[in-house]
């Protein structure tokens, strides 16, 4: 080979080389530091890249024309850039919603599942068009694909639950154990508006929910349904645990069932404080059936709790109860409350020199759907503490005077 030839040959190849070293230099940098890739040679990916995370950022987005013409060049070299049509979508319409750049969504998602903004941009249209099936697949596809996009994708389908078909194709989902759908479920119900919803997506799939997942998600759903009034559909969930039943919330009975945090709001709720504290004890045996409550000078708690469900009516409440070192001026009583207002009863002093039967009645009005049950211990500042012991705690329903 002529000399003159190996020498363009030789520049030829330090060239390419350079140009791969560049390249190589700025994907790296891509990773590093948008910016400063942004402003190299051949950087029409890299300026992509650093749009697409002001996605979400309006006031960091330049102007529209401006990213049109980043993402034109971009698609000069790259003519089905999944990136550049996304930015294109979202500069058409950051709200997703108008159908201004559907035309972009459309293409990148066809090209890429990936493209967390024109899938929701899709998503707004399918719904639009009344497309259940479309949306809810584009939801489950994305993310499944996307985890992190929930922040963008749970709040518009929180809204979307208002309709019955969409719920129903939730359901679905999480009848196939799709993987964001109980996350999304927990998410929605901590919305007061959006509890109701998210309950009946749940009853709906029922059964059909794996029973981890059941046992993971349905109490902390009983929990926020009662808190939010809606306590049938908090009545209806409990069987949906493994070893659940209705009956939890009609029943003070200390079993294992009415003390296993799983069942949210229908189980005991005991606490502890700096002056007082319950907790479950045994009898004779390993079987717990007691409380043990304690209460020190200065007590004045709520110490155990349980919700209720009880048709209005008249009921009578017993249970066996013994205390140490009584104080004439240390009290501890039953106190019945309807959920959404004030005490309706409250009972007789349980701090006693002995073990006694001890037992009341109460009514429930009409318009109270539900109950709150609290132990209330006071001790005066500078009194000894108090021991309680308190077992076969039992609601039953008089048929006779006062039901209704």
Known sequence: MSRPRALIVLLGA??????????????????????LAARMYGSEGAQVDLLSLSLGQPARMPPKNQVFATARARLRDEPLDPGALNVMAYASDPTGRSGAGTRYAELATQVSKRMTFSQLAMTAVSLQRGDVPGSIDRFDAVLRARPEATSLFFPYLKKALVKSDIRAAIADLA??????VMDFLTFASNDASSTGHAADVMLRAGTKIPPDDRAIFAGPMITRAFQNGYYSAARSLLPLIPGGSASLFESAAITAHSLDPAYGLASWQLSSTST??????SGKGTKVDAFSIYASGGAHDVLASKFLLLPAGSYRLSQQASSTAPQADA?????????DGGEIWHSGPLVLNSKQDIAGTFAIPPGCRGQRLDLVVNVPFGQPSVD????????????????Q
């Open 276 to 281: 007082g504290s319950a907790s479950a004890a």
């Open 388 to 403: 309680l012991t308190i077992r076969s705690i039992k609601i039953d329903r008089n048929r006779g005077n006062g039901a």
């Open 175 to 180: 009848a196939q154990d799709s993987p964001w």
């Open 14 to 35: 330090l060239v390419l080389a350079g140009l791969a070293a560049i390249d190589a230099a700025r994907n790296v940098m891509t990773e590093l530091n948008p910016a």
């Open 331 to 339: 009290s501890a009583i039953w106190r019945v409350s309807c959920a």
